[in-house]
């Protein structure tokens, strides 16, 4: 197993040296003679977890490695985000999407590990933790582990569930809302202010506010559309790195802007 599948995670280090010595000296080489009985492929496999943290000189010294020994490897790249993978990587690869998991499948594994592990959970802290999960298991249980090294044998609360995920807020929610509904840009701009001096994510800022602006009865439906076309936009330019200030000044301008037509 080990002659025939190298895995680099992100707690290894990935620059440029490692794919041009460890990953290309593992790749080289060609694979030892077939174990009679076991099914074994002719080829080994390279598995590069959240490759997206990868920069891009190291993408381009893994792009000519796969080119080069692609007879004897195989190359599995596992990202979050594959907007921040090299487009010649891309195009070399056959793409595969996951869903998020069934809530019903994290409430029962989240379960099992509760009482596994003797993990007290105070009333909703389940749901609150499915929520802010977002139908990732490794961060739901990362979150539980995080209460549970806090609280110890004390009931875990939604309320630090909710704080772990850097959730903002009700109330600076309903401030924003405030703000863009009177279409004053002074307002808007103290609003977001305190919202990025307190540290919160615009990541997560755009997701409440995305779910606050449909349920929005003052709204029409084609308001919604337009602001829904400005949401993407945000929140492409976010994953790719822009200025989360900005873009949520930006996004709470235009919203405003609309709101008031």
């Given at each position: 197993m080990k002659s025939r599948v190298l895995e680099l995670n992100a707690s290894d280090e990935r620059g440029i040296a490692v794919i041009r010595e460890k990953v290309k000296d593992f790749s080289r080489t060609t694979v030892t003679s077939k174990v009679s009985g076991y099914p074994c492929p002719p080829y080994k496999i390279v598995i590069l977890d959240e490759a997206d943290s990868m920069t891009k000189d190291?993408?381009?010294?893994?792009?000519?490695?796969?080119e080069t020994y692609s007879t004897t490897t195989r190359f599995c790249i596992v990202c979050n985000y594959v907007s921040r993978i090299i487009e010649p990587i891309t195009s070399r690869c056959a793409k595969f999407r996951f869903k998020s998991l069934p809530i019903e499948d994290i409430q029962s594994r989240l379960e099992m590990i509760?009482?596994?592990?003797?993990v007290n959970l105070a009333a909703n802290t389940m749901q609150t933790l499915i929520q802010c999960s977002g139908g990732d298991l490794r961060?739901?249980?990362?979150?539980?582990?995080?209460?549970?090294?806090?609280q110890g044998s004390k009931p875990i609360t939604p309320s630090m569930i909710n704080e772990m995920a850097g959730k903002i807020p009700d109330d600076i929610i309903r401030q924003c809302i405030e703000a863009w509904s009177s279409n004053d840009m002074n307002e808007i701009q103290k609003v977001i202010q305190n919202a990025m001096n307190e540290g919160y994510s615009g990541e997560n800022l755009l997701i409440q506010l995305h779910d606050e602006i449909i349920q929005d009865q003052n709204l029409t439906t084609l308001q919604k559309a337009q602001i829904s076309q400005i949401l993407s936009t945000v929140d492409i330019d976010l994953v790719q790195g822009a200025d989360e200030h900005l873009q949520v000044l930006n996004?709470?301008?235009q919203v405003a802007s609309i709101a008031a037509s």
């Open positions: 190291a993408q381009s010294a893994l792009r000519r490695t796969m509760c009482l596994e592990e003797g961060k739901a249980i990362t979150f539980l582990q995080s209460g549970y090294n806090l996004l709470m301008a």
